[in-house]
């Protein structure tokens, strides 16, 4: 449901362009229709007008624009307008390269070495934005805000993010980044490549008796994150729990309702339907229903996977809504890979909550509706979801 080398960065999804797309949208429209069909209808008016204007806005630019111009990048913008031109704004044209680092996020793990960089504007440097926390990065001395000056012995000045990435990736089993803190001198620093496993779930105990457990996203490695948090958590005494999905923006439907079912009574979590009114039923046997107080922190930022989650909870009254109204995703994307290894993401499908409940557009209400204000120094959500459990 929701979004190479060996560095995770964020997928770039060209959004600063999408005005130049539509200016040749029809130029998409023949490269999709005319050229798989062409043996078939070599004279449809519409295809030859389509090829026409191609040719016409690729002279114009040739001959009249004054910089550089990049034709696999122009060819990149077409696709990306031909599905902009949806106005659907879950559906995504993806590059090779941007499909790659779009699974990883949703893999939940990866091999490499466990980074995020970022490129300054001023400057021109590559610093560190994010270690992930136990990898090798993190084990080898690695700390956000270090400017990596060299990587293998190369320096990294004058180079892209991107060309960073393929530096980093091209030892197969370590690599030596120079890096500068704080200022200092710099130091080299061997980071072992090895499997890479984002965290999506953190917990703890709040007291004696009430566990905490905080979702961040729906990946393919959430469901046993939080069986294991749950598990550790039932071993330190808990009796009543608190599962946080506020700011989750979502992820994989089967990563959420891998992780339900580790909950929920038997019957259906949710279901889905299509253009077609074709319907599809995720189920659960109920073998480990919750037998425990349970309060679910939401807020206007839990989103689409998380609200599957929230929406299985309200219905079957396992537990109760805290916070305020979620954002109200209620479809579903699917990835369609094409042959030169790009992905187009379509919407694809309506979901529905256990009772039948289509939340798209509206969302879903809390049981007990409370706001945290901007710039509170508590968590006033929390200690109501505390006082809900208290009750009970």
């Known amino acids: 449901m929701e979004e190479g080398g060996s560095v995770k960065l964020r997928v770039k999804y060209f959004l600063s362009g999408i005005a130049a797309a539509f200016l040749i949208f029809a130029a998409v429209y023949f490269l999709f229709m005319y050229l798989p069909f062409q043996a078939e209808s070599p004279s449809r008016p519409d295809s030859l007008g389509a090829q026409k204007k191609v040719k016409e806005i690729q002279r114009i630019i040739e001959r009249n624009y004054l910089g550089e111009i990049d034709q696999q990048k122009q060819t990149d913008y077409m696709y990306l307008g031909m599905v902009a031109g949806l106005e659907d704004p879950y559906s995504v044209y993806y590059t090779r390269e941007q499909y790659e680092e779009l699974q990883k996020t949703q893999e939940g793990s990866y091999t490499g070495i466990g980074i995020t960089i970022v490129q300054n504007s001023e400057d021109g440097k590559i610093y560190i934005q994010s270690c992930v ?26 180079m892209t993010t991107s060309e960073v990435v393929e530096q980093i990736g091209s030892g197969a089993d370590q690599v030596v980044l120079s890096v500068v803190r704080n200022g200092g001198a710099a130091q080299d620093i061997t980071v072992e490549i090895g499997m890479v496993e984002m965290v999506s779930v953190n917990s703890r105990m709040l007291d004696q008796q009430v566990g905490y457990i905080q979702i961040t996203e729906f990946t393919g490695v959430t469901s046993e994150q939080f069986s294991e948090a749950y598990e550790t958590l039932n071993g330190q005494g808990m009796q009543k729990l608190i599962i946080d999905l506020r700011d989750n923006p979502g992820g994989l439907v089967s990563a959420v309702c891998d992780t339900l079912r580790q909950i929920l009574p038997e019957g259906i979590i949710v279901y889905t339907e299509d253009k077609n009114g074709s319907r599809n039923e995720e189920l659960c046997e109920g073998e480990t229903p919750i037998q425990m107080p349970l309060a679910v922190l939401v807020n206007e930022s839990s989103a689409s996977a998380s609200e599957i989650f929230a929406g299985a909870v309200k219905d079957y009254g396992i537990g109760t809504l805290v916070g305020t109204k979620t954002f109200g995703k209620g479809i579903v994307q699917d990835l369609f890979q094409l042959s030169d290894g790009s992905v187009l993401k379509l919407t694809v499908s309506h979901y529905f909550t256990p009772k039948g409940n289509n939340i798209h557009g509206t969302g879903i209400a809390p049981d007990v509706e409370i706001d945290r204000p901007e710039g509170d120094s508590g968590d006033a959500q929390l200690e109501k979801a505390l006082e809900v459990l208290e009750e009970q």
């Not at 990898?135 to 004058?158: K, L, M, R, W």
């Open 133 to 158: 926390q136990d990898s090798p990065a993190a084990a080898a001395g690695i700390q956000e805000g270090d400017c990596v000056t060299a990587v293998n012995g190369v320096s990294t000045e004058g």
